[in-house]
């Protein structure tokens, strides 16, 4: 049986994550800064010092990188290529900020870009993070940096991974889907990686 690391899990589970890992071979690993959503591992993307090097097949991270300042994204992603095995792969999925601002130059900052479960989400909250979680005292949905389609590719590219495939998606999702493995592969196999793991469940 294969492991994923769910990284930043929150509530959620592999029925959450994506069609190819939700399935009967892969094994899922759920690491997230706050103890209280009863995580296997209480780490951060920075420090998971608990898990030993090229421990999992591979790693899910949904909406977790925006979290952190632009300094600290080299020192997580280098986290990231740690724990994954050499044949493995990284799924990073991140708000797109080209267009969320696309709403923000049409002046709807505040305007409902669409509803998820939490009610109406805005620009702002994509922007800078969800207003409402933070203002109950959870300021760990606080938005620090971000990203576009470009610029995602070129920091995982930066950081060390060899082969990138990347999805934008605009309304209602507005944000980023990117697949990145270790080592160098065909092009058919990373658009059947691609097939799989970037689309969201």
Not at 72 to 86: D, G, Q
Request: proline share 7%; glycine share 6%; hydrophobic share 40%.
């Amino acid at each position: 049986m294969k492991m994923f690391l769910h990284v930043g899990c929150g509530q959620k589970q592999k029925d959450k994550t994506t069609k190819g890992f939700n399935t009967p071979e892969w094994k899922e690993l759920r690491l997230d800064i706050d103890k209280n959503v009863s995580p296997d591992v209480v780490g951060t993307m920075t420090d998971m010092s608990q898990l030993p090097d090229k421990s999992v097949d591979a790693l899910f991270s949904s909406h977790n990188i925006e979290h952190l300042y632009p300094h600290e994204i080299p020192t997580a992603l280098s986290e990231f290529r740690r724990v994954i095995k050499p044949d493995g792969f990284a799924v990073i999925t991140c708000p797109d900020l080209q267009s969320v601002c696309e709403l923000i130059a049409n002046d709807k900052l505040t305007e409902p870009a669409y509803t998820s479960p939490a009610g109406p989400i805005a620009p702002l909250d994509i922007l800078y993070g969800h207003r409402l979680s933070m203002a109950r005292g959870n300021l760990f949905m606080a938005h620090k940096c971000g990203f576009t389609q470009k610029v995602l590719t070129g920091t995982l590219q930066s950081a060390g991974f060899m082969m990138i495939a990347t999805k934008r998606r605009p309304h209602p999702f507005y944000d980023l889907w990117a697949l990145a493995t270790m080592n160098p592969m065909e092009e058919n196999l990373l658009r059947k990686l691609a097939d799989d793991f970037l689309y969201p469940l």
